[in-house]
């Protein structure tokens, strides 16, 4: 879920809770100091037992206070276990005090600030019941001056009135309550909305195959996605805040000059390119806010991949168009070879006409190897894979390509140096891939013993298995290593220059890849293949 990895909503109330019920200890401490330093300057009752009773409670109330200040802050007990617990020993206390204080409404607004919140802090639950208690305590002192003191100048409107002001505070503190708790959801459900939302515009941007650059008014970079450190060649040891000159001056600069362009109604103003370490890359800036100043997000595309993929997408679209013009040339070819091979027939032609004929016949095989080769290609992404051992398909291969090709005895060597050699491929592709780079090879050995090997070994690290083909010639030219993949390229008056192109591609189409490594010495091609 989206929400995993942020606060509980209810944990944040609680602990919202906690903080008022410490505050209020506080409150409470502070009170309860204020009896204590003033308790000789205030008018308690006349009586001596009075006297030290009421410094009795004053200390008790003390150091209840204290006590309650301690566990709240450790947050024990249960919260309305707690709660309730202090706000009833609150009421006892300062009941106590209205009772040795003549005036006792001074001391009995303090019952009205713990109602209130009690009320508060309990999100409105209880606040009724915290007001009843502190009625019962105000009725039962009155009770208490009225038939066991025998004080019969009581006045009890100031007690009703206390009562009624406990309730309608307690009323109050329920409403407020209520709505502050409503309100308090609210925002927490804002909250995870928003956050939420900055999770998904965090994963789309590093899902986005493009770089993301945000940028502030101080032109600190707030976010920066994988692609965009890819791109830039950064590590992941990146810090919010950290300046975007820190990470790429040149794009500070054009940033910088993006910011003080006039040309602000002109799309093209916003896209710039640069060449950062071989690559080639372009960038284009989105203002933020209604100013260039106060911000940026800037949109990183490796313009060299792009123009890559544009060339695939002609060669594709070459390549069928070429496949269809193979399809066609082949008719008037088979009726150009059949033609030619009637008139080779002829008995009574000329050496000069039968030297002629030859050189036709010979011409439309070269160019009926080429449409076939055309023709391959253009199936390169219709694959077939299927699980193959390796090494029973190159021991197949090695007897069939040495009856074909006439091998001499020992001129064309076999290793097999791995075991688990099972493979996902396309049995067809593979066999001309083989049959390509050992044709290639044993044109250009010396053709003695040992001139041509093949060779398989696995790589357990990279999880892969690999056929290494080598010849004992003279190696590829410097000259001609860069073009040695090139369509139609070939140093051969009789070859395609199709062979090694048509190898490379059925190759990327079955997830492998093609190397080669030369000297003097002779070369080496590999065909790097995931296991199955």
């Known amino acids: 879920m989206m929400n995993e990895g942020l606060p ?178 609210i925002a927490s459900q804002r909250s995870l909305d928003v956050q939420n939302l900055a999770q998904i515009n965090a994963l789309i941007a590093d899902e986005m195959q493009d770089g993301v650059i945000v940028i502030d008014k101080s032109l600190g970079v707030q976010h920066l996605n994988a692609q965009a450190q890819v791109l830039l060649g950064l590590d992941n040891n990146f810090a919010r805040g950290e300046t975007l000159s820190t990470i790429s001056p040149d794009i500070s600069d054009m940033l910088h ?114 449409i076939k080769d055309v023709l391959e290609l253009n199936r390169r992404d219709r694959t077939n894979q299927e699980s193959i051992g390796l090494e029973n398909f190159v021991t197949d291969f090695y007897h069939q390509f040495c009856a074909v090709e006439k091998i001499p005895d020992g001129c064309f060597l076999l290793q097999n140096e791995s075991e688990n050699n099972d493979i996902s491929f396309d049995r067809r592709h593979l066999n001309q891939i083989l049959w390509n780079l050992c044709k290639n090879g044993w044109r250009h050995s010396k053709q003695l013993q040992g001139s041509l090997k093949l060779r398989i070994f696995s790589t357990p690290r990279l999880q892969t298995v690999s056929v290494e083909i080598s010849d004992d010639g003279a190696g590829i030219p410097e000259n001609i290593r860069n073009h040695l993949f090139e369509p139609f390229f070939t140093t051969e008056k009789s070859g395609t220059g199709l062979g090694l192109y048509i190898a490379r591609e059925l190759a990327d189409a079955n997830g492998a890849k093609l190397q080669f490594k030369t000297s003097n010495s002779g070369t080496q091609f590999f065909i790097h293949l995931k296991k199955a």
């Not at 005090?97 to 001391?107: A, I, N, R």
């Not at 019962?136 to 003191?149: D, K, M, P, T, V």
Request: proline residues 2%; glycine residues 4%.
């Open 257 to 370: 000059e993006w910011q003080s362009s006039n040309k602000h109604d002109d799309p093209a103003s916003n896209i710039v390119k640069l060449s950062h370490q071989s690559k080639e890359l372009r960038l284009r800036f989105l203002a933020i806010g209604e100013s260039r100043q106060d911000g940026a997000i800037i949109f990183v595309e490796d313009w060299s991949q792009m123009q890559t993929q544009a060339h695939q997408l002609k060669l594709a679209a070459l390549g069928r168009l070429t496949a269809n013009i193979a399809h066609e040339i082949r008719n008037p070819l088979s009726a150009i070879s059949h033609a030619n091979q009637l008139l080779q027939e002829d008995e009574e032609a000329s050496p000069s006409t039968k030297r002629m004929l030859q050189i036709i016949a010979d011409n439309v095989q070269r160019l009926d190897q080429i």
């Open 8 to 185: 509980n909503p209810e944990d944040k109330i609680t602990s919202a809770r906690w903080r008022s019920l410490k505050l209020y200890n506080g409150y409470r401490i502070l009170i309860s100091l204020l009896f204590l330093l003033t308790q000789g300057a205030m008018q308690w009752s006349q009586s001596n037992s009075k006297l030290d009773f009421a410094e009795t409670v004053i200390f008790s109330y003390f150091f209840f206070s204290i006590l309650s200040a301690i566990l709240t802050w450790m947050e024990k007990p249960k919260l309305e276990t707690s709660l309730t617990l202090q706000i009833i020993l609150d009421v006892f206390f300062i009941v106590i005090l209205m009772h040795l204080q003549p005036e006792q409404l001074s001391v009995g607004i303090l019952l009205v600030i713990a109602v209130a919140s009690a009320g508060l802090i309990s999100d409105g639950r209880l606040a009724l019941f915290y007001a009843a208690i502190a009625t019962i305590g105000i009725l039962f002192q009155q009770a208490y001056n009225a038939f066991i003191s025998h004080e019969n100048n009581q006045d009890y409107t100031g007690a009703v009135l206390l009562s009624l002001s406990c309730f309608a505070t307690a009323w109050l503190a329920h409403s407020l309550a209520k709505r502050m708790q409503h309100s308090e959801q």
